[in-house]
């Protein structure tokens, strides 16, 4: 399977003298095409930056990132936000979307941008909305967004589009539990279906839909736990439910 | 709960045969508790002995009921008698008792592991979790495979064990923070009377 997703000994220094961070102290991680994965550790343990860096939108200190085979720490600014455009979806943590543009605009843009035809874009936005469930008007402005129902929107328009890497960052944040598995579901089918997935999540229940989990503490992977695969995990009912008559 | 309480509950919907109410117990199940035959004959047979439930050959001969079971025909369907559709009743009306927690195998390990001196906790926490999260994926899979709609007894059951071993990993991240803030020098060590 062609690795999407390639990071090389990648350290992430913020501020200097006194005060800096290392928010990533030499990360190692490869994404498979198929493949998702997910990220947990504490508060400030550097997901956020690992995706960030990851998806081109914050640069390494050090070491070296592959997107689908092209190093983005050796490109300039313009190729690297084409590719951003182009192969990655994002979901940020903070959702980020433009206030200023409806839900359905907001989720045609990137393909807008890609220069796809605006009726085409628009149309895969709607699909993509309905495939995450919004259930209001795709003409409502994010302000008069509840803060799931923009969360639904920011997750489509990271899912719509041929995009190759999907980086989400507590994308099931303000979402109840019933929906937050429908986004889960929604994720794994689109890597399934041939994209790579980084996603981070405090929730272990989401990150079992993950291929694997690796855990950050101080930005350093301090572990990687995978498997997980069984005939029938119900099946043994001995060990479940003592029998008695 | 037992076998004997999913089967009147079974039984209030309507009549079974011994055969039906073993398919219809590991299918409302979700798969999670298969019977064998004799488990299920066993159950019967208490049920009847207990007067919970009766056939149509009880109610013909209008006597004792026969106590071996055995000698009913295999295609005899059992129903409630008036106090087994009680009991059946009493069992919604009443929720499953919460009473003093199983002996948790895990937490009695990591309790002894942060008290017993030179015990890495940390990482019997991170296997712990390496292994709890295999469990977790191996469920989710299942999960997956799963129409909810289709079958919402399996669905449910699996959700159950899901958010049972979430909880888990919870409580092990939080055991993570605890001892990481805590260092070695000032854990509770054994009593040193
Ligand atoms: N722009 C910045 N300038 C300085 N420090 C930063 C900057 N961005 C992040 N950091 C620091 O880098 C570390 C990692 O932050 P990051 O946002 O990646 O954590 P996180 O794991 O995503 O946390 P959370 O779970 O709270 O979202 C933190 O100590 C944070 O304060
Ligand atoms: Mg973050």
Known sequence: MTVVLELTNVTRVHGRGPTQVHALGGVDLAVREGELVAVMGPSGSGKSTLLNVAGGLDSATSGRVLVAGRDVTAMNARRRAEVRRRDVGYVFQDLNLIPALTALENVALPLELDGVAVRTARASALAALEAVGLDVAPGRFPEDLSGGQQQRVAIARALVGPRRLVLADEPTGALDSVTGEAVLRLLRDRVDSGAAGLLVTHDARYAAWADRTIHLRDGVVTGTDAGGRVADPLGEPADLMEWEA | ?193
Do not use: C
Request: charged share 30%; hydrophobic share 40%; glycine share 6%.
């Open chain 2, 1 to 193: 709960m037992s076998v004997r309480q999913g089967f009147l509950a079974l039984l209030s919907e309507q009549p079974m045969n011994g055969y039906q109410l073993r398919q219809e117990f590991e299918r409302r199940t979700g798969g999670s508790w298969p019977l064998n035959i004799g488990q299920s004959y066993t159950t019967l047979n208490r049920l009847h002995r207990d007067g919970l439930v009766e056939t149509v050959d009880d109610q013909a001969t209008d006597g004792d009921p026969p106590s071996v079971l055995a000698s009913h025909r295999p295609a005899e369907r059992f129903h409630l008698t008036e106090s087994g559709r009680e009991t059946a009743v009493s069992w919604w009306t009443t929720p499953v008792h919460r009473g003093k927690a199983e002996r948790d195998e895990l937490a009695i390990k990591i309790a002894l592991a942060v008290t017993v001196p030179g015990i890495d906790v940390a990482a019997v926490v991170r296997e712990q979790r390496s292994e709890t999260m295999r469990a977790l994926r191996a469920l989710t899979r299942a999960k997956r495979d799963v129409d909810p709609l289709a079958d919402r007894a399996r669905a449910l059951i699996l959700d159950a064990q899901i958010f049972a071993i979430e909880a888990e990993t919870r409580w092990l991240d939080h055991v993570e923070a605890t001892v990481a803030a805590t260092p070695q020098s000032e854990r509770p060590k054994r009593n040193t009377r």
